[in-house]
């Protein structure tokens, strides 16, 4: 499996992006998936997550609620992450990951799978 992550870019606070993550070599539907993102001399954090392991369901740091969505489309094999009103905290690589388990852990990098190589977003005030 390899994860393919793209839409980063350099944007002004308050602006959008849309972040896309890639699947391939199995079905996006056979996982949970999840964003983070590493800000410059800080740990990898959780962002959001979408899992469907017995259900539909979607998380989101208390720092990204209500400005942030995930969502996917299995048929393309491709998770979405839908930035809005950026703010320069949110300065950081962005990962894309894949849970092939229950996804009770969502926010836990460690009971992720695969990683994709990351997208910078920057953030200029």
């Known amino acids: 499996v390899q994860l393919q992550a793209s839409g980063g870019g350099s944007v002004q606070a308050g602006d959008s992006l849309r972040l896309s993550c890639v699947l391939s070599g199995n079905t996006l539907s056979n996982y949970n998936m999840g964003w983070f993102r590493q800000a410059p001399g800080k740990e990898r954090a959780f962002v959001a997550a979408?899992?469907?392991?017995?259900?539909?369901?979607?998380h989101f740091a208390d720092s990204v609620k209500g400005r942030f969505a995930i969502s996917r489309d299995d048929a393309k094999n491709t998770v979405y992450l839908q930035m809005n009103s950026l703010k320069p905290e949110d300065t950081a690589v962005y990962y894309c990951?894949?849970?092939?388990?229950?996804?009770?852990?969502?926010?836990?990098?460690?009971?992720?799978?695969?990683w994709g190589q990351g997208t910078q977003v920057t953030v200029s005030s």
């Open positions: 990951a894949a849970d092939a388990g229950t996804g009770s852990y969502y926010d836990n990098q460690k009971f992720y799978d695969y």
């Open positions: 979408h899992v469907t392991y017995s259900g539909d369901s979607t």
